[in-house]
C-alpha cells in the first residue's frame, strides 16, 4: 500500500489529458444554467429568468474571453493551455460549442418557454403581420408618437459611409430599391444624385441595391405591451418588429427589398499598459471609450435573412464563417428579464424564498459596535441582511468617537448607501481613505464616477495598483473608547454593493480582535504607503502569500493521510483551474485525502482518473441566488481549520489581484460555516455533479431526501430571526418600586 502511494504522488500530474480547458469548462456551466430553463418542474417566469441570464453571460464570454483567445490568434500566440490546447485550437473549439449551445438556446425558446407562456401564463410574443386591425392601429401609433422621432435611419452609399456599428446594439439592417419617380428635377436630383452601392447577390450577380442600417433605440422600451379586453390574452410586440415594419416611412423614396434585425459583438476587454500610464485613471476613461468599436468578434442575424443582406454585414464587420450566427428567434434574449418584470404574473414566479432576515446578533436600530464587542458576528447573506454592513459604515460616518474608516471597493450598487456613507464621514471630518478598484470588468465608467465624488467629499482615493485588481472585501473603522482605541473589521467574500447582495450568496465576519485590527491596519498601510508587513497575525494575502499557504494546506493533508490519520477537504468557490492548486489536490487525492468540491462554474480538473482524482468529487449549484461564497475547510488530522476568502483557485485570482483569506475561528461561527457546506454536499435538487467526462448531471434522488439548501438557508435564516424576536419581546425587566419618601 505504501509503494503505490509512493508511485502515484510521483505521478506527472501536468498531463494535459488530466485536465479540461477553461473556456469549454464555462460554457458547461452556462449549460447548467440553462438546464434550469429546460426544467419542468421550474415556475415558469424562473425558467424565463434563467434563459436570459445564459444570454447575457455569453456576451459577456465572447467580449473577454472569446476576444482574449482571438486576440492570441492574430499575435501568433502558440504555447498550450494545460489542457494542451493552443489558442487557435481553444477558439475552434469554443465556436464550435456555441453554436450548438446558442440552438439549445432557442430551441429551449420556441419550444419550451414561448408555448408555455401562451398555455400557461396567457401571454403572447407576437410578429406584426399576427395582429388583428386594432392592434395594428395601436402599433401604428405608437410608432408614429414615441419611436420615429427618435430613430436615426443611415443610408449607406458613396457620399454616407458604413456607420459605425456600436457592441451590443440591436440594429435594423435593410436593402433598398429607389422607387420610379418619373423624372425628377431641380435640388431633388441633386440630393439623391450619389452613386449607388452595388450589392454582390448569391447568385454572383450584382444588382443596384442600397444598403441602409437603423439602430434600435436602447431609451425605448424593448417590449410593448397592446391593449387587451379583460379576459384576453396579454400580448407583446417587441421594439424591433415594429421598426422592421415601418422601415418603409423612414425611406420614403425606396422599395424596402427587405429587412432583418442584426447585432454584433465586439472585443471588449481592457488593454492598459499600467506602466506607461502616467495617470490611470484618465487612461481607462479613453479605453472605456474604445471598447464600443472593438474587434468584431460575433454576428448575430435572424435565421432567413436575405443572403444579400448578410454578405454586406459580413463584409463590412469582417466576421469569419463560424463567427455568424444565425439565430431562429429574437435577437438578444436578455429582454426576457423584462418580460419576468410585467405586472400580472406573480403565479408563475418563485415565492418559496423568504426575504433577507434580520441579523440575530444586531437586532434592528442597535448598534453595530455594541454588538461587535460581545463577540465575533458571521453573516450569510442573502438569507441574512446585509443592512448591518451598510450601517457598519453609516454608523461610522456620524459617530463622533470614530476617527478613521478604511475600505476597498470592487463593484457598488448604482445609488450606494455606502459611498454615501464615506463621502459623510469625510465631510464630518472623519480620516477616510477608499480604494476603488477602477478595473473591475464593465464596471469601470460607474467606479470613475463614484471615485472622483469621494474625491470631492475629502477622501483619500487610491485607484488601484499597477498590474493587480484589488478584489479583496475589506473594512476597517478605527474607534476612540473608554480604554483605548479600537479596531473594528468587517471581511467578506462578496462586494459592497447592497443591490447583488439580495442576490448573491456571501458570507462576511464582524472583528473587532486586536489580531485582526493590527493585520487589517497592515493591508491598508500596504495598499496606500507599499508598505509590506514582515508577519501578519491571521489574514493572508495575494498575490504574495495566499498561493503558498493554500498549497501548504492541500499538502498537509495530504500528509496526514499518509500517516494513517483522517485527511478530507471541502471547498466551495465559483472556480478552480489554477495548475499549481490543481496538481496539489491531485497528489493529495492521490495520498488517499477525501475531496469534496464544491463549484458553481468553471473547473478544469477531471475527476476519477485511475491513480489520481480517485478521491475527488465536484458538485455545481445553480440555483435562485447567485453562489458566490468561498468557504475552505481541511480536517488536519481531527484538529479541523475553516477559512473564507474573496479569492478563487484561479491564477488570475491568486497572481494578479489583492485578495484576502481570513480564518473562521469561533466556535460558533465554525459551525455555520460548516453547516452551509454539509448542507449543499447534501443538495440534491439544485446540485449537479461532474461525470468522468467532464459533463455534468443531476443528482440521482433515488433513496434520498429532496433538500434544496438554498430553500433550507432562508428557512433556517427565518426560524432563527422570528426566536431572536420572541425572545426579545418576552423578556422583562423586573424593576423593584423605589420605598415612600419620607
Known sequence: ?????????????????????????????????????????????????????????????????????????????????????????????????????????????????????????????????????????????????????????????????????????????????????????????????????????????????????????????????????????????????????????????????????FRLMRNADLSIDEDEAEDLLV???????????????????????????????????????????????????????????????????????????????????????????????????????????????????????VLAIKQTLYRVSGNSPIIMALAKAAENGKQV???????????????????????????????????????????????????GIRRYVHLATGNYNDSTAKLYTDVGMFTCREAYGEDATAVFNMLSGYAEPKTWNRLTLAPLWLKDRLLYLIGREAEHAKAGETAHIIAKMNSVCDPDVIEALYAASAAGVKIELIVRGICSLRVGIPGVSENITVRSIVGYFLEHSRIFYFENGGRSELYASSADWMPRNLDRRIEIMFPLEDEDIRQKAMHILTTELEDTEQAQVMNKDGTYERVDRRGKDIVNSQLQFGREAAKTAETAREAKTNTRVFTPEKPPEA
Not at 419550451?112 to 395601436?138: N, Q
Not at 435594423?172 to 450619389?194: D, P
Not at 480604494?435 to 470631492?456: P, Q, S, T, Y
Open 1 to 261: 500500500m505504501k509503494a503505490e502511494k509512493e508511485v502515484s504522488v510521483a505521478a506527472d500530474y501536468s498531463n494535459p489529458a488530466y485536465y479540461i480547458n477553461r473556456e469549454l469548462s464555462w460554457l458547461q456551466f452556462n449549460q447548467r444554467v440553462l438546464s434550469e430553463a429546460r426544467r419542468k418542474d421550474e415556475r415558469l417566469f424562473e425558467r424565463l429568468k434563467f434563459l436570459s441570464i445564459t444570454s447575457s453571460n455569453l456576451d459577456e464570454f465572447f467580449m473577454v474571453r472569446v476576444a482574449s483567445l482571438k486576440d492570441q490568434v492574430n499575435a501568433g500566440y502558440m504555447k498550450p493551455d494545460i489542457a494542451g490546447m493552443t489558442a487557435a485550437q481553444q477558439l475552434q473549439a469554443v465556436l464550435s460549442a456555441t453554436h450548438d449551445f446558442v440552438e439549445m438556446q432557442y430551441s429551449t425558446y420556441n419550444r419550451m418557454i414561448v408555448p408555455g407562456l401562451s398555455k400557461e401564463a396567457k401571454l403572447e410574443v407576437r410578429a406584426y403581420d399576427e395582429l388583428a386591425p386594432d392592434e395594428k392601429a395601436f402599433v401604428d401609433d405608437y410608432f408614429a408618437e414615441e419611436v420615429y422621432p427618435v430613430l436615426t435611419p443611415m443610408a449607406v452609399d458613396s457620399s454616407r459611409p458604413f456607420p459605425l456599428i456600436r457592441n451590443k446594439t440591436l440594429n435594423i439592417g435593410a436593402l433598398l430599391r429607389r422607387k420610379e419617380t418619373g423624372g425628377v428635377v431641380g435640388a431633388r436630383s441633386i440630393l439623391f444624385r450619389a452613386k449607388k452601392t452595388k450589392i454582390k447577390t448569391a447568385g454572383n450577380m450584382d444588382e443596384s441595391l442600397d444598403f441602409a442600417v437603423v439602430q434600435v433605440p436602447s431609451g425605448l422600451p424593448r417590449i410593448t405591451v397592446l391593449p387587451a379586453k379583460e379576459g384576453e390574452p396579454t400580448r407583446i410586440i417587441l421594439l424591433e418588429e415594429i421598426i422592421r415594419h415601418s422601415m418603409a416611412k423612414l425611406f420614403l423614396n425606396y422599395d424596402v427589398v427587405c429587412a432583418s434585425p
Open 283 to 401: 487612461e481607462i476613461e479613453k479605453q472605456l471609450k474604445r471598447r464600443q468599436w472593438g474587434q468584431a468578434i460575433r454576428l448575430e442575424v435572424e435565421s432567413g435573412s436575405d443572403e444579400r443582406l448578410v454578405a454586406v454585414l459580413v463584409k463590412e464587420m469582417s466576421v469569419q464563417d463560424n463567427e455568424i450566427f444565425n439565430i431562429d428567434g429574437p435577437l438578444d434574449l436578455t429582454f426576457l428579464m423584462k418580460m419576468y418584470g410585467l405586472e400580472g404574473f406573480d403565479d408563475f414566479k418563485e415565492h418559496r424564498y423568504a426575504p433577507p432576515q434580520d441579523v440575530p446578533e444586531i437586532p434592528a436600530g442597535a448598534s453595530v459596535f455594541d454588538a461587535i464587542r460581545k463577540g465575533d458576528i458571521f453573516m450569510h447573506h442573502p438569507y441574512e441582511s446585509f443592512q448591518p454592513v451598510v450601517n457598519f459604515v453609516s454608523q461610522a460616518a456620524v459617530d463622533p468617537n
Open 433 to 483: 481613505m477608499v480604494l476603488v478598484e477602477l478595473k473591475a470588468r464593465f464596471d469601470e465608467e460607474h467606479n470613475i464616477g463614484w471615485a472622483k465624488m469621494l474625491e470631492k467629499a475629502g477622501c483619500h482615493v487610491i485607484y488601484g495598483l499597477v498590474g493587480l485588481k484589488t478584489h479583496s472585501k475589506i473594512t476597517l473603522v478605527v474607534r476612540r473608547e473608554d480604554d
